[in-house]
């Protein structure tokens, strides 16, 4: 099983300031990477697939690079409605999820 | 609109037995692999099974292989979970998803909560 580290655990951060979320996995993923953010109460929703693709709908401030084993998702300016957590995902061997980050308001 | 919503969930005893139905609409389900994932209180995402569009191909992960069934009905719109010999480690929400470009999670339900206790 391919195992999601993610960092840091909480990132205190103020409304304006860059978010930047780090994913390494256990073994290559290449790209077959998402990223999910989740609010209290709700489903997770789908950001970021295959490393870097916004999916449909979601702001330009989301961004995510990386390849293989590390992977980064970055947040240019937080809005207030960006605090949340944040999964990252691989698909490459089965489904797997990292355990979270989460991004509160300093 | 895209509408996703599970159903079915409730409290049940260990050992006991529960089935969730998740129903779609706002999209062509029969064009989509179909997930169920959970999620325990406070905790992360854990992948459980999914179905392709005709219903002949299924995937398990090993926490409920044997005891959780994945299927669909298409002419219904209507994916379901068979959940059997249930422990306290399953509680948890479970969601149900569609299952996009090789393994990605893109329409979700708002999800439905198991409690497993006695």
């Known amino acids: 099983e391919i195992v999601l580290t993610q960092s840091p655990a909480t990132l205190s951060l103020s409304p304006g300031e860059r978010a930047t979320l780090s994913c390494r996995a256990s073994?290559?993923?290449?790209?077959?990477l998402a990223w999910y953010q989740q609010k209290p109460g709700q489903a997770p929703r789908l950001l970021i697939d295959?490393?870097?693709n916004r999916a449909t709908g979601i702001p330009a401030r989301f961004s995510g690079s990386g390849s293989g084993t590390d992977f980064t998702l970055t947040i240019s300016s937080l809005e207030p409605e960006d605090f949340a957590v944040y999964y990252c995902q691989q698909r490459s061997n089965w489904r797997t999820f990292g355990q979270g980050t989460k991004v509160e308001i300093k | 609109e895209v509408q996703v919503v599970e159903s079915g969930g409730g409290l049940v005893q260990p050992g006991g037995s529960l089935r969730l139905s998740c129903a779609a609409s706002?999209?062509?389900?029969?064009?989509?692999?179909m997930t169920w994932i959970r999620q325990a209180p406070g905790k992360g995402l854990e992948f459980l099974a999914n179905i392709n569009q005709d219903g002949s191909v299924k995937n398990y992960a090993d926490s409920v292989k044997g005891r959780f069934t994945i299927s669909r009905d298409n002419a219904k719109n209507s994916l379901y979970l068979q959940m059997n010999s249930l422990r306290a480690e399953d509680m948890a929400v479970y969601y149900c998803a569609t299952d996009v470009r090789g393994g990605y999670f893109e329409y979700w339900g708002q999800g439905t909560l198991v409690t497993v206790s006695s």
């Open positions: 073994q290559s993923v290449n790209n077959y």
């Open positions: 706002g999209f062509t389900f029969t064009n989509y692999w």
């Open positions: 295959d490393a870097s």
